[in-house]
């Protein structure tokens, strides 16, 4: 995948005056303890040799919230789903009524997602080894409400951050963000008092979360 420059855009209310966002700082940071949790807290393997049925097993306890499990196609049809909210998760899912293809498990969290990938072919159902994540954090600074906003990613999706107004209407986007780790800090206290919505898109993987100033 070429790299490209990342594109900065903000965008007025019709022909009132909007003030800008103030875009304090943009750097590369390494997030490790983030890389290590989605890297280490998940066992997929198959259920049996030779069988179509994998087995999964996680630890949720450091979350502390439900977190959503599903099976998608490549096409990115759900097939599967589900929450689970107990510190240890366990489950059997059965590949051996569906057609052959690749196929993702994924388990996300209000943080980001974590995916494994399946492949079932005429030998049946393999599993790559490398887990693929996208682990994020939201935070808003209510003191001097600056907005931290960062994320660490293997999808090798391009990312976009993208800041509305609770009428859906785009203050401040940055896309075309092919970085697998990436810090902004932003100004927000120009903006009125109001909800604003704060979005991390990767592909069909979106992660939100509202604040409010």
């Given at each position: 995948m070429s790299k490209k420059t990342p594109k900065t855009t903000a965008m007025n209310y019709s022909k009132a005056k909007t003030p800008k966002l103030a875009f304090i700082v943009t750097a590369l940071l390494m997030l490790q303890s983030i890389?290590?949790?989605?890297?280490?807290?998940?066992?997929?393997?198959?259920y049996k040799p030779g069988t179509e049925i994998a087995k999964l097993k996680f630890s949720s306890a450091d979350t502390k919230e439900p977190?959503?499990?599903s099976v998608k196609n490549a096409d990115g049809i759900t097939l599967f789903s589900e929450k689970s909210k107990a510190e240890q998760y366990k489950k059997l899912i059965s590949f051996t009524k569906l057609s052959e293809g690749t196929y993702f498990i994924d388990m996300e969290?209000?943080?980001g997602v974590v995916r494994k990938v399946l492949v079932k072919g005429e030998n049946g159902l393999t599993i790559e080894k490398e887990n693929y994540?996208?682990?994020?954090?939201?935070?808003?600074?209510?003191?001097?409400?600056k907005l931290l906003v960062k994320f660490n990613s293997n999808l090798n999706q391009p990312v976009t951050i993208r800041i509305m107004d609770n009428e859906g209407r785009i203050l401040h986007e940055m896309s075309d963000i092919t970085?697998?780790?990436h810090t902004s800090l932003y100004n927000l206290s120009m903006l009125l008092h109001g909800t604003y919505n704060i979005s991390l898109v990767s592909g069909d993987y979106?992660?939100?979360r509202t604040i409010q100033l």
């Open positions: 890389v290590a949790l989605s890297q280490t807290n998940i066992q997929l393997d198959l977190v959503l499990i969290d209000s943080k994540y996208f682990r994020n954090l939201i935070t808003l600074k209510e003191n001097d409400k970085a697998n780790s979106v992660s939100s």
